[in-house]
Antibody
Framework: EVQLVESGGGLVQPGGSLRLSCAAS????????MNWVRQAPGKGLEWVAY????????NFADSVKGRFTISRDNAKDSLFLQMNSLRAEDTAVYYC???????WGQGTLVTVSA | DIQMTQSPSSLSASVGDRVTITCRAS??????LNWYQQKPGKAPKLLIY???SLQSGVPSRFSGSGSGTDFTLTIISVQPEDFATFYC?????????FGQGTKLEIK
């Protein structure tokens, strides 16, 4: 069964950093493009970052460019989102999603607050 | 970035009603459009891909149409389990963007 499981969320102070992980199973991870999508409390969906199957191409939403980094470890079937210089407006549930968009994780909550 | 605009933002319907949600792209995206359903506290669920293709396991009462800039999601006979928020998403550009969502409520 295809599964994506996010972890690493939590409470962090403004200006702080957090690293999210997404563990993949049930499919050939190294062949799959991957994305991070977030949803602020009570708000809609916002695409955050994209990474190609090899990791050689990445793309970011303007709202996080220069602060967030997406990476992957194909040997460990894992996707990462390094979030630096966090702001209150980054508070959201963060989902990882497979490139075909048919599989999403359950999400991990990031709260940025003093 | 490509902007996606959904309408209406919310609508009320009764079980058995036919419901249509529209999505407009700020530029042509061919058929590179997905539709999702999201229930509270859950991840989005892919309903329709490539504008009109039904994702495996999704009931046939859901359908999608359109190409270019104008798209629709139709539910031909709304069931109790269908009440949720629906989103469109363009995948024409890898700077993916979503519509703002349409909340379908019980009348």
């Amino acid at each position: 069964e295809v599964q994506l499981v996010e972890s690493g969320g939590g409470l962090v102070q403004p200006g702080g950093s957090l690293r999210l992980s997404c563990a993949a199973s049930g499919f050939t991870f190294r062949n799959s493009e991957m994305n991070w999508v977030r949803q602020a409390p009570g708000k809609g969906l916002e695409w955050v970052a994209y990474i190609s199957s090899s990791g050689g191409t990445t793309n970011f939403a303007d709202s996080v460019k220069g602060r967030f980094t997406i990476s992957r470890d194909n040997a460990k079937d894992s996707l990462f989102l390094q979030m630096n210089s966090l702001r209150a407006e980054d508070t959201a549930v963060y989902y990882c999603a497979r490139g075909g968009w048919e599989r999403w994780g359950q999400g991990t909550l990031v709260t940025v607050s003093a | 970035d490509i902007q996606m605009t959904q309408s209406p933002s919310s609508l009320s319907a009764s079980v058995g009603d036919r419901v249509t949600i529209t999505c407009r792209a700020s530029q042509s995206i061919s058929s590179y459009l997905n539709w999702y359903q999201q229930k509270p506290g859950k991840a989005p669920k892919l309903l329709i891909y490539a504008a009109s293709s039904l994702q495996s396991g999704v009931p046939s009462r859901f359908s999608g149409s359109g190409s270019g800039t104008d798209f629709t999601l139709t539910i031909i006979s709304v069931q109790p389990e269908d009440f949720a928020t629906f989103y469109c998403q363009q995948i024409y550009s890898t700077r993916y963007t979503f519509g703002q969502g349409t909340k379908l409520e019980i009348k």
